[in-house]
């Protein structure tokens, strides 16, 4: 008899997933010797870090905290693996780096003061099977990197409309995410079609962006833990980044994790599907 594993991730999910199933079937010795399959519906999986406070370069040494937080992403990541078995990718800013602090007192910005910015993912590969469609993906000038988990529907159409303008690495539907938004700046969301979750960050205009499907298909929440902007398809991608869980009974009692942005946590929040906001997004002014 054929045997079947499921494992979608967060109920949320299964429906889109039922809808457009895109299962990978595995066909192991000794399953094949019996004349079954196993059966899993995963997703791939996000978390990124954007510090809210500036770093001060004088008193801290970058190398350590660099180790650090490439260490507690990898955790972060890590708690998120069954959601992308394939491969997984982190990007961190380049030296620290995501823009100049302002001092107010000296009207101009700070060189000896930094943020930081991380994106990570783990990666289920169907739709291109090549190291080609591992994220985080970046454009050919490497200002822009972004993150996705989910499914575009069209992506072929939009290649043809894009080609033009855009190098493509690979045939990932999810990289069409930054060609669309170099074309069309944050109208890009208005433009895709399908069930994804996605963080992207443009360097140039110091500018990070997290935005979901109009139905809210794929999961992304976010929550702030030691002045950091943290933002993970499941909440518990948190707890190695410093986040301390506690239910929210509010939310219990009134049911507000199921008609809200509220979770069963308190402090963590659903990013709005586009229906009701087009996208989260987090600025880093530049001076």
Partial sequence: MPSSNFDCGDLKSVPGALRNIKARVIDAGEHKAQGSITINLKMCGISAVVTLDRINAVSLDKSIYLQKLTRTLDESLDSIKHRGPDARGQWISENNRVGNSFNPRMRRSSTN??????????????????????????????????????????????????????????????????????????????????????????????????????????????TVSENRLLVASEAKAFLSLGWKPEWDVRSLVEDGWLHSGRTLFKGIHKVNDSRDKQCFTFYQPMF
Avoid at 149 to 157: A, W
Avoid at 158 to 181: M, P, W
């Fill in 113 to 222: 003061c930094t943020s930081v910015l991380a994106l990570g993912h783990v990666r289920l590969a169907i739709t291109d099977l090549t190291p080609a469609g591992e994220q985080p993906f970046l454009n050919e000038q490497r200002n822009v990197h972004a993150v996705v988990n989910g499914e575009l529907y069209g992506h072929e159409l939009l290649r043809e409309e894009l080609a033009g303008s855009y190098q493509f690495k690979g045939n990932s539907d999810c990289e069409i995410v930054i060609a669309l938004y170099l074309k069309y700046g944050l109208h890009f969301l208005s433009k895709l079609r399908g069930e994804f979750a996605l963080c992207l960050y443009d360097e140039r205009r110091q500018m990070f962006v997290a935005a979901r499907d109009r139905f809210g298909i794929k999961p992304l929440f976010w």
